[in-house]
C-alpha cells in the first residue's frame, strides 16, 4: 500500500488554515516542515516558533482524489505551491533506526544503539535507546559534551545533567566514573528516556532523574564536582546564578547547545561565578564552553 502526500507551501500566516483544510478533507495526518532551511535556534519553553515559509504535508490514503484535493487547496490558499507525491508503507517503527551507528566519542568512549553491538567491547559502552529525547550523539552540540566528559577525571564525582534529554551526558558521566548524577529536564519524556536508559546501563540506582521544581524542592542545597548542560544560549544565560548556586568552589561546567556569534555573550553572563576559558572544538558552527567555578565571589 502507498500513501498519498499532498503538500503546500505556505507563510506561517497560512499555516493554521492549511493545517484545517488538510484536515477537513480526510487527512490521516499533518506535517510541518521548513521550506527553506532557516533555522530556529532559540525557542523557549513553551513557545512554538515556525519558520517563514512552511511546507504542509497532508497524509492521505492512496486512492484520495487528487486533483480535487489540490484544486480546492489552490483556491483556498492564494498564491500557495500546491503538489503531491507517493509515500511507499514500510515499518516506520524500525526504519528510523538505520540513521543510527556508533559513535566514538574521544578516546574511551562509545555511544552504541541498543540493538547494535559494540565495535569495542573492551570500550566504554553506552547503550541507548534515544525514544522520543533529544540526545543520542549524532548532534555536534551532543558530540562536544561527550567529547568533553571522556577528558575528564571523574572518579566518585557528583554531577548534574540539566537539560538531560535521552540522558546521554550523565549516563555517560556514570559509566566514566562518577559516583552520583542529577539529571533535570523540563520535559516529562526526557524524564522517562532518561531512566530508561539508565536501566539499560544498569546504572539506575546512581541516578536522579525529574522536573527543575522537583529538583530545587528536593534538594535546596546540593552542590556539585561538574555541571552539564547542553540546552540553547538564552536558557543558558537565563541558568547563570542557578548554576553558580550548584557548583562547589572549583567546580567542572562544560555547557553547549551555542552558536559561534553567541559565544562572547555567554561568556560574559557567566563571568561573575565562573571562569570560561575554554572554546571547544566548533562542529557546524556548534560551540562548547567549558571552564571552573570561581573559589569565591
Known amino acids: 500500500m502507498r500513501w498519498l502526500q499532498v503538500r503546500a507551501t505556505v507563510t506561517k500566516d497560512q499555516v493554521q488554515l492549511a493545517e484545517t483544510l488538510l484536515e477537513s478533507l480526510g487527512a490521516v495526518s499533518v506535517i510541518l516542515d521548513d521550506a527553506q532551511d532557516q533555522a530556529l535556534l532559540e525557542p523557549l519553553p513553551g513557545e512554538m516558533p515556525l519558520w517563514d515559509q512552511v511546507v504542509v504535508t497532508g497524509l492521505f490514503y492512496e486512492d484520495s482524489d487528487t486533483a480535487q484535493l489540490e484544486g480546492f487547496l489552490s483556491t483556498q490558499l492564494p498564491g500557495a505551491n500546491v503538489r503531491h507525491d507517493y509515500l511507499e ?3 516506520w517503527e524500525r526504519a528510523w533506526m538505520d540513521h543510527y551507528e556508533p559513535i566514538q566519542c574521544g578516546e574511551r568512549l562509545w555511544i552504541v544503539p541498543e540493538w547494535l553491538s559494540p565495535p569495542d567491547k573492551n570500550a566504554i559502552n553506552l547503550m541507548l535507546d534515544p525514544g522520543l529525547a533529544f540526545g543520542t550523539g549524532n548532534h555536534a552540540s551532543t558530540f562536544l559534551c561527550l567529547q568533553w566528559l571522556d577528558k575528564q577525571d571523574l572518579k566518585d564525582k557528583v554531577v548534574i545533567d540539566y ?6 551526558l550523565g549516563i555517560a558521566a556514570l559509566l566514566l566514573g562518577a559516583k552520583q548524577v542529577y539529571a533535570v529536564d523540563l520535559d516529562p519524556q526526557a524524564v522517562l528516556s532518561t531512566q530508561q536508559n539508565a536501566e539499560l546501563n544498569r546504572v539506575e540506582d546512581k541516578i536522579w532523574t525529574g522536573l527543575p521544581e522537583e529538583f530545587e524542592q528536593q534538594f535546596p542545597d546540593l552542590q556539585a564536582d561538574v555541571i552539564v548542560a547542553n540546552i540553547l544560549a538564552g536558557p543558558l544565560m537565563h541558568l547563570a546564578p542557578t548554576f553558580a548556586t550548584l ?9 553547549a547547545g551555542i552558536i559561534e556569534e553567541q559565544v562572547e555573550d555567554l561568556r560574559q553572563s557567566y563571568a561573575k561565578w565562573f571562569n570560561l576559558h575554554t572554546l571547544g572544538q566548533r ?3 556548534w560551540c562548547r564552553l567549558s571552564g571552573e567555578r570561581l573559589a569565591s565571589v
Open 89 to 91: 508503507e514500510q515499518v
Open 163 to 168: 537539560g538531560c534529554g535521552s540522558g546521554i
Open 247 to 255: 557548583a562547589k568552589p572549583h567546580a567542572l561546567i562544560a555547557m
Open 283 to 285: 562542529e557546524e558552527n
